[in-house]
């Protein structure tokens, strides 16, 4: 099977009812950077910084995969789909994926904020954390999400599988937040890229077939592309 390497980022859930962060009246606009999605701001104030994951879990618990996201399951009947996601729902997997690498965390998942970083499930009926909710050993759990300013753990991985792509998919992202956007630099010459998004991207030098539609009819439009590319081949 032909390794599809996919790398989703916010667009990819916004028909799925999650808010985005850039977009206008986005989150970015309600809440400042530094404040929730930072270790100052988790230093600061740690209750702001949980009751902000917490909205955003009960969010997600709310909202179900869209067209796009069950595409990109359904083609797994045909390819190697490996999905490099920057979201932090798991929408990719409630929809069937099962090859799906979190760069920026996971928003059902805590960590400890002592030794090991041990990660814990959020369970679904109780979904909020509050200070003073803790690991096994003692130690306040945060959420297990790659703030600004932290390593991002798995962008080897990434850069990896990027490597490897026989084909590659962007869907829903600015190209613009680092290293994610930097992986289109390890796509090897020759291998077809793909972009959907309903935005214009910039700082985009490759050569890329543009679907400019939303996740659900981009994906439409992408599945009859590449099969209609296998058949010539």
Not at 62 to 80: R, T
Not at 139 to 149: A, K, M, S, Y
Not at 167 to 188: C, E, R
Request: aromatic share 8%; proline share 6%.
């Amino acid at each position: 099977m032909k390794k599809l390497i996919v790398l989703s980022g916010a667009g990819m859930s916004a028909e799925s009812g999650i808010s985005t962060f850039r977009d206008s009246g986005g989150l970015w606009e309600k809440y400042e950077i530094d404040d929730v999605a930072t270790p100052n701001g988790w230093r600061r104030n740690p209750g702001m910084v949980l009751d902000f994951y917490n909205q955003r879990r009960r969010q997600l618990l709310k909202s179900k995969p869209n067209a796009g996201h069950f595409a990109l399951a359904e083609l797994e009947k045909e390819y190697d789909v490996q999905i490099i996601t920057q979201n932090v729902d798991n929408l990719h997997e409630r929809a069937g994926s099962t090859h799906v690498v979190h760069l920026h965390g996971e928003l059902m998942k805590v960590r400890s904020t002592g030794p090991g970083e041990e990660v814990f499930v959020v369970p679904t009926d109780k979904p909020d954390v509050n200070p003073g909710d803790m690991c096994p050993k003692g130690f306040q759990l945060r959420p297990h999400i790659v703030w600004f300013g932290e390593a991002v753990p798995e962008i080897e991985k990434a850069e990896y599988m990027t490597y490897n792509a026989d084909i590659f998919l962007i869907i829903g992202t600015s190209m613009q937040v680092y290293p994610a956007a930097g992986l289109i630099h390890n796509v090897q010459p020759g291998v077809p890229i793909y972009l959907i998004d309903p935005h214009e991207v910039n700082h985009l030098s490759y050569e890329i077939t543009v679907i400019s539609k939303g996740a659900s009819e981009g994906m439409k439009e992408f599945v009859k592309l590449i099969r209609a590319l296998e058949v010539k081949l």
